[in-house]
């Protein structure tokens, strides 16, 4: 009888276990197994390294993930097709903004579905078009073309700023030799 009761408490264990992993396993593996939703496709020109599974953020809002990324063969081009799921109370403006954006320290990539207003809504199945991603690199290189492009403002800046600091030190000095001369103006606006 004994033999049977640790058997039986080994046996239970196990089954807590698994129960606790399945628990675990749909809980923080973001399954939609049972969850009511429906899919929409979007086409971006590259995807920067989003994964399956990424989230998908409405106005910073988590309501669905990416379900699917495939390529797509046009005459000219290269396109990728992302299948999003979205939760079936949520609902995607048609001129809405679609992005890649980058989450947190380590470079995590999400979609960004930023809303519009007075426009109707896009209906499931249907595709739309993403705004391209601009990583670090393009960013720099627009920067330096600004920059280039901006030469003679960012002198006639610089000189600005030189001379308002030459005025502002020798209104400095000016006060520390004669600190009376600030007292009296004090006073007359009084």
Known sequence: MKKYANEFKVGLFVIVCLAGLAYLLLSTGKLTFGKKGYN???VFNEVAGLDEKAPVMLNGLEVGKVDDIRFSYD???TLIVLKLWLRHDVKVREDSEI????LGLMGEK????????????????ASIYGKPYADL?????SANMTMDENKEKIAAIAKSMEATANNFESFSDDIRRHPWKLLRKSKENK
């Open 110 to 125: 999400y979609i960004q579905i930023s809303s519009s207003k007075n426009s109707g809504f896009i209906k499931p199945e």
């Open 40 to 42: 929409i496709y979007v």
């Open 99 to 102: 992005s890649i954006k980058t």
């Open 137 to 141: 690199d393009t960013l720099v290189a």
């Open 75 to 77: 005459e000219n081009e």
